[in-house]
């Protein structure tokens, strides 16, 4: 089973659940990192701050023999005083930065379960964009070599968590060869190995790059990990394109520097007249007062100002995904820095076909332009090419979509996007309505599937509701998103209109009449679907014959469904055996 549940979608990203020895994680989320010789922020303090996990390096512990006693007598929980989740970094860091530490990678690894880590990590090579080949090479080799001696004592490390991280540095095969031998391995958690000179250089492209190339082959059910990821105006970026989880001491290290936090950019105190925040911090302390300050106690309240502003920010972060808006958010941000935006429009044009694979195809928030990258959104992308493929006998033109069929007046994203065009005010026809938001979700034969339309109105508010064919009722106009929601009647009518599998998620016969009685089409129950279902898809769950035993709402993409074991694939709505 998957340690893994998600629970809500936007672009790549994923509100879910981490199950963990010390209880569940939610992610996406934050670990700063702890460093027990220099506790700048206390444990305890974290946690007031709403830190819900941290990460702290074992090789340090390991070093520290007071502390690496107590380590192992208690766990690293109670050595640390940190009774949250624990990732433990293995001494990688210590290994890019002074070229060798004095330990094995077995040696670590086993110290780190026998302490109590929740994430435990290899030792893997960290890598610099400035790396000659030769020095990848030779990273590399080492890192899967440290893989695969994980993977030999992996019996006996059970109930941590293991992360293991691909390497390359700026070499594409290297990163790909990396990740592939990674992901065979069966790690729990995969990380991506920020490139060191290129994130002090702030070249985000080349960090957005990395990511992309590794997740290629990665397996969507485990969590991603992107390290050393600690500026607040770049976390959004880097969750929208899939990963989970970041680490930084930058909370520490910019307060070390006199440098104040915003979500958008950092700036030196002595600039600052007044603090633009109402943490506690700033709320209890003027510009003025933190400035004249002794240099301990001043970089001590930074710091924790900076660290309330990344947990702030991915908690915003979160709440963007529950309510569908995470690209905006993205969009926002990347104002925020040039070399920012330039990632976001690098990466939207480059891997325009793996962001639209996980992308939902509809939401619970509007689409806002703001800007020519709105253009070049996953969901915007795969909207325009949709309505190209359409035909109707009256459109409504947009700057976004082009062309729209007047019967997708109401329909996401097309009445849900909010740009400079001006309002349509032209009415389409409850047929109009009908054949042109069916042929959008389910395809252009799905039009073939209804005769003699007719839609009941809402008495309060005068919009679509039921849909009748016939006079027999076929499903509902969903009114947040003018989405058809199809009956059994209504779905069996667009089974004889679909060609196999459209629109489809055909489940094992022993989990037939499970199905059917109205219990949630778990991933292994899966025989065969529909490769173009994405997550919040209408689909229609059939047995081998084509018999509709359900309808329901895809939870993950037809691509993610093999990874996820025993994990909700469809929520049903309507089931064959409640019918009548």
């Given at each position: 089973?998957?340690?893994?549940?998600?629970?809500?979608?936007?672009?790549?990203?994923?509100?879910?659940?981490l199950?963990?020895?010390?209880?569940?994680?939610l992610?996406?989320?934050?670990?700063?990192?702890?460093?027990?010789?220099?506790?700048?922020?206390?444990?305890?303090?974290?946690?007031?701050?709403?830190?819900?996990?941290?990460?702290?390096?074992?090789?340090?512990?390991?070093?520290?023999?007071?502390?690496?006693?107590?380590?192992?007598?208690?766990g690293?929980?109670?050595?640390?005083?940190?009774?949250?989740?624990?990732?433990?970094?293995?001494?990688?860091?210590q290994?890019?930065?002074?070229k060798g530490?004095?330990?094995?990678?077995?040696?670590?690894?086993r110290?780190?379960?026998?302490?109590?880590?929740?994430?435990?990590?290899?030792?893997?090579?960290?890598?610099?964009?400035?790396?000659?080949?030769?020095?990848?090479e030779?990273?590399?080799?080492?890192?899967?070599?440290?893989?695969?001696?994980?993977?030999s004592?992996?019996?006996?490390l059970?109930?941590?968590?293991?992360l293991?991280?691909?390497?390359?540095?700026?070499?594409?095969?290297?990163?790909?060869?990396?990740?592939?031998?990674?992901?065979?391995?069966?790690?729990?958690?995969?990380?991506?190995?920020?490139?060191k000179?290129?994130?002090?250089?702030?070249?985000?492209?080349?960090?957005?790059?990395?990511?992309?190339?590794?997740r290629?082959?990665?397996q969507?059910?485990?969590?991603?990990?992107?390290?050393?990821?600690?500026l607040?105006?770049?976390?959004?970026?880097?969750?929208a394109?899939?990963?989970?989880?970041?680490?930084?001491?930058?909370?520490?290290?910019?307060?070390?520097?006199?440098r104040?936090?915003?979500?958008?950019?950092?700036i030196?105190?002595?600039?600052?007249?007044?603090?633009?925040?109402?943490?506690?911090?700033?709320?209890?302390?003027?510009?003025?007062?933190?400035?004249?300050?002794?240099?301990?106690?001043?970089?001590?309240?930074?710091?924790?100002?900076?660290?309330?502003v990344?947990?702030?920010e991915?908690?915003?972060?979160?709440?963007?995904?529950r309510?569908?808006?995470?690209?905006?958010?993205?969009?926002?941000?990347?104002?925020a820095?040039p070399?920012?935006l330039?990632a976001?429009?690098?990466?939207?044009?480059?891997?325009?076909?793996?962001?639209?694979?996980?992308?939902?195809?509809?939401?619970r928030?509007?689409?806002?332009?703001?800007?020519?990258?709105?253009?070049?959104?996953?969901?915007?992308?795969?909207?325009?090419?949709?309505?190209?493929?359409?035909?109707?006998?009256?459109?409504?033109?947009?700057?976004?979509?082009g062309?729209?069929?007047l019967?997708?007046?109401?329909?996401f994203?097309?009445?849900?996007?909010?740009?400079?065009?001006?309002?349509?005010?032209?009415?389409?026809?409850d047929?109009?309505?009908?054949?042109s938001?069916?042929?959008?979700q389910?395809?252009v034969?799905?039009?073939?599937?209804?005769?003699n339309l007719r839609?009941?109105?809402?008495?309060?508010?005068?919009?679509?509701?039921?849909?009748?064919?016939?006079?027999?009722r076929?499903?509902?106009?969903?009114?947040?998103?003018?989405?058809?929601?199809?009956?059994?009647?209504?779905?069996?009518?667009?089974?004889?209109?679909?060609?196999?599998?459209?629109?489809?998620?055909?489940?094992?016969?022993?989990?037939e009449?499970?199905?059917?009685?109205?219990?949630?089409?778990?991933?292994?129950?899966?025989?065969?679907?529909?490769?173009?279902?994405?997550?919040?898809?209408?689909?229609?769950?059939?047995?081998?014959?084509?018999?509709v035993?359900?309808?329901?709402?895809?939870?993950?993409?037809?691509?993610?469904v093999?990874?996820?074991?025993?994990?909700?694939?469809?929520?049903?709505r309507?089931?064959?055996?409640?019918?009548?």
């Open positions: 089973m998957s340690n893994l549940r998600i629970r809500r979608r936007d672009a790549s990203a994923r509100i879910a659940e199950s963990t020895k010390s209880g569940k994680l992610l996406p989320n934050f670990f700063p990192v702890f460093n027990p010789n220099k506790p700048v922020v206390t444990p305890e303090e974290m946690k007031r701050i709403g830190v819900e996990a941290i990460i702290t390096n074992s090789y340090i512990i390991y070093k520290n023999e007071k502390l690496r006693e107590e380590a192992l007598k208690h690293v929980h109670s050595a640390i005083g940190f009774d949250g989740i624990i990732m433990t970094d293995s001494g990688a860091y290994l890019y930065r002074y530490i004095e330990i094995s990678n077995k040696e670590i690894i110290f780190q379960h026998a302490i109590g880590s929740d994430i435990g990590t290899i030792l893997d090579v960290p890598m610099s964009s400035d790396m000659s080949r030769r020095e990848a030779e990273g590399v080799k080492t890192t899967i070599d440290h893989a695969i001696e994980w993977k004592i992996s019996e006996e059970k109930g941590t968590l293991w293991g991280t691909p390497q390359g540095g700026p070499y594409d095969d290297l990163i790909c060869e990396s990740a592939r031998r990674i992901a065979e391995l069966g790690f729990d958690y995969y990380g991506v190995g920020s490139i000179v290129a994130l002090e250089e702030y070249n985000f492209t080349m960090q957005a790059d990395l990511l992309m190339k590794v290629r082959f990665l969507p059910s485990k969590p991603v990990h992107f390290w050393g990821i600690g607040p105006s770049s976390f959004s970026l880097f969750v394109l899939g990963a989970d989880t970041f680490d930084s001491a930058s909370y520490a290290l910019y307060a070390a520097e006199g104040y936090m915003t979500p958008e950019r950092t030196p105190l002595e600039e600052l007249e007044e603090l633009p925040c109402s943490c506690p911090v700033c709320s209890k302390y003027s510009a003025k007062e933190i400035k004249e300050m002794e240099k301990g106690e001043r970089e001590k309240l930074i710091s924790a100002h900076n660290l309330y990344s947990v702030q991915i908690r915003k972060i979160r709440t963007t995904i309510e569908g808006w995470l690209w905006n958010l993205v969009q926002e941000r990347a104002r820095h070399k920012l330039k976001l429009l690098h990466t939207l044009c480059k891997y325009r076909d793996e962001l639209e694979e996980r992308e939902p195809v509809t939401k928030s509007a689409v806002f332009y703001s800007g020519p990258e709105t253009l070049m959104r996953p969901d915007v992308l795969r909207a325009r090419k949709a309505v190209e493929r359409m035909r109707a006998e009256r459109y409504f033109r947009t700057s976004i979509y062309n729209v069929p019967g997708l007046k109401y329909t994203p097309f009445g849900q996007t909010v740009s400079m065009d001006e309002e349509v005010e032209d009415e389409p026809s047929e109009e309505m009908v054949y938001i069916v042929s959008y389910f395809g034969d799905a039009a073939k599937a209804f005769k839609v009941r109105r809402s008495r309060k508010t005068g919009m679509p509701r039921d849909v009748y064919s016939d006079d027999m076929v499903g509902f106009i969903r009114p947040q998103d003018g989405f058809f929601i199809p009956s059994l009647e209504g779905a069996e009518l667009l089974v004889k209109a679909l060609p196999w599998p459209a629109c489809r998620v055909v489940v094992k016969k022993e989990h009449d499970e199905v059917a009685k109205g219990i949630t089409v778990f991933s292994n129950f899966v025989e065969e679907l529909d490769p173009k279902i994405r997550p919040n898809s209408e689909v229609i769950v059939v047995n081998k014959q084509d018999r035993l359900a309808t329901g709402k895809a939870v993950l993409s037809a691509s993610e093999g990874y996820f074991e025993g994990h909700p694939f469809v929520i049903i309507h089931h064959s055996m409640h019918r009548g």
